[in-house]
């Protein structure tokens, strides 16, 4: 679906049909190749229901975000989303110049404090992206959790059990 908006509008809504969803100002903004590169990204991201799937981890951030390790999940989960819809695009399109140049005019338009809408491109991923462009044979390696994460998510449950417990004793 094409919506008539000058910001760059790229991305994937609908949890029972979801739908690819590009502004006007995106095509206007990049050449045909470049903007070939965003909508296979979102592509991945329809073919692999991620929008049903972001629901659900927000839901579950909203009910349980007091406890670090949901909040840790949830954010390796979304860098690793978007890192796999990119392979995909690199993989389509047999090279990794075009989407490279879309996430380099992002980041660029990020850092002129340029509004930009609807954009999952310049997320807390961004780097982990564009690292995966410039070493492709490289692993990469994304922290998942940290000591104080799991010190405190423990502290929580033991507090949680401790009032459970002690509420029913």
Request: glycine share 4%; aromatic share 10%.
């Amino acid at each position: 679906m094409v919506v008539e908006d000058d910001a760059f509008v790229a991305l994937t809504m609908g949890v029972l049909r979801p739908r690819i969803i590009i502004s006007t100002g995106l095509l206007n903004m990049f050449q045909e190749k470049e903007a070939e590169a965003i909508l296979l990204h979102e592509h991945y991201h329809y073919i692999h229901r991620d929008p049903l799937k972001s629901i659900l981890f927000t839901i579950m951030v909203d009910g349980l975000g007091y406890i670090p390790i949901i909040k840790a999940i949830a954010g390796y989960y979304k860098i690793w989303k978007e890192l796999l819809a990119d392979r995909f695009v690199i993989r389509q399109m047999r090279s990794e110049f075009y989407l490279g140049s879309v996430l380099l005019c992002l980041t660029k338009w990020v850092n002129l404090n340029r509004p930009v809408e609807a954009v999952y491109f310049t997320e807390s991923a961004i780097n982990y992206r564009i690292l995966q462009i410039l070493e492709p044979e490289k692993p990469l390696h994304i922290p998942f959790l940290h000591m104080k994460s799991i010190m405190v998510s423990v502290s929580i449950l033991f507090i949680m059990v401790s009032v459970v417990i002690g509420g029913c004793t």
